[in-house]
């Protein structure tokens, strides 16, 4: 048979003092749910579902700003663009196909002219050795002098139907073809503008209800935190109550 002795219960109580003191210096294991000493746990997820909902609601704002930059600086590209193929233009109609054209006449008058003298002269040789009569000395000479110059007219006699082949070709095709490949640039750049316009505009309703959808989702998150709120009012009414 045991015996228990009297100054038992005093240790024991004694015991669970000290143990419920030195929890509650520590600040672990007393009161868990209760709101004088962990009330604040129990809106920790709420403040940072709040945060959450904030930041991204600052997201969407700051995406929704930077999407509108990024198209209207395409928007300006496009503009720049659409000026430098007007301009590009212009100056081919008003001095670079009118130049290229005036130069490659320019070399067949040049030619022709050089071709002209070049007959002439060779005319006057032949003029002039004509008068030697039987001369073999200068016979020789005259076959050597005058063979230089019909070498040199058979020359520019080529020289010209390449300027003359020249100059069609480039009244017939190359000045055609690089203002058709202008007027092309042109329209590319005028739907690229277009496009860019449209696509600002895209980014202005796109940021708008990427915005819009954030502010809702802020707006429900603070919603059901009230309801939170109001449910936890009543039930601690209800406690008080029944109490």
Request: hydrophobic share 35%; net charge negative; with cysteine.
């Amino acid at each position: 048979m045991f015996h228990i002795s009297r100054p038992a219960p005093l240790a024991i109580a004694l015991s669970c003092l000290l143990s419920s003191g030195c929890a509650i210096s520590l600040g672990v294991g007393v009161g868990e749910g209760d709101p004088e000493w962990g009330g604040e746990d129990e809106h920790e997820d709420d403040w940072e579902e709040d945060d959450s909902a904030e930041l991204k609601f600052r997201i969407a704002e700051l995406e929704a700003e930077s999407s509108v930059k990024d198209a209207e600086a395409s928007l300006r590209d496009a503009e720049a663009e659409l000026h430098l193929a007007h301009k590009t233009l212009e100056i081919f109609h008003e001095g670079s196909a009118l130049d290229q054209i005036a130069e490659a006449e320019l070399d067949v008058n040049r030619t022709r002219v050089q071709l002209t003298e070049q007959r002439a002269t060779l005319a006057q040789l032949e003029s002039d050795y004509s008068r030697y009569g039987n001369d073999e000395l200068a016979r020789q000479t005259a076959e050597i002098v005058l063979g230089r110059h019909r070498a040199r007219i058979g020359f520019s006699e080529v020289e010209l139907n390449l300027a003359e082949r020249a100059l069609e070709r480039m009244k017939e095709f190359e000045v055609p073809k690089e203002r058709h490949e202008l007027e092309m640039a042109l329209h590319s750049a005028e739907a690229a503008l277009e496009a860019a316009q449209l696509a600002l505009e895209v980014a202005h309703i796109q940021s708008e209800l990427d915005i819009r959808q954030a502010e809702e989702d802020l707006e429900e998150g603070e919603h059901d935190e009230d309801g939170d709120e109001e449910e936890d009012w009543d039930e601690e009414d209800e406690e008080e109550e029944h109490e």
